[in-house]
Nanobody
Framework: QLQLVESGGGLVQTGDSLRLNCAAS????????MAWFRQAPGKEREFVGA????????QYTDGVKGRFTISRDNAKKTVSLQMNSLKPEDTAVYYC?????????????????WGQGTQVTVSS
């Protein structure tokens, strides 16, 4: 098993930045691609972005391209989501997830471990 714990959420204003972190423990972290998803009230959980096992490739949903950046440190077993120029529509619970695969995928069924989530609220 791979346990994931997110941190770094909070209440910010439009245009502010926030950095989310996800710490992993248990199984070998570096074997897996990692992703961030988010879920707003009344909406389905959606893919935000992902990074492959060796941090040579990233992918983002269109709405966050150019504003969000995913990084990982395999030695520290952490993955981060740097969020800049935040908008009210970014308000959601953010989850990190570990993929079955080393390469990037975005379907929820491709992920075997999820964190408990961290709330991000962006006020207008």
């Amino acid at each position: 098993q791979l346990q994931l714990v997110e941190s770094g959420g909070g209440l910010v204003q439009t245009g502010d930045s926030l950095r989310l972190n996800c710490a992993a423990s248990g199984r070998t972290f570096s074997d897996y691609a990692m992703a961030w998803f988010r879920q707003a009230p009344g909406k389905e959980r959606e893919f935000v972005g992902a990074i492959n096992w060796i941090a040579t490739d990233t992918q983002y949903t269109d709405g966050v391209k150019g504003r969000f950046t995913i990084s990982r440190d395999n030695a520290k077993k952490t993955v981060s989501l740097q969020m800049n120029s935040l908008k009210p529509e970014d308000t959601a619970v953010y989850y990190c997830a570990a993929s079955y695969f080393s390469g990037i995928t975005s379907g929820r069924d491709d992920f075997f471990s999820w964190g408990q989530g961290t709330q991000v609220t962006v006020s207008s």
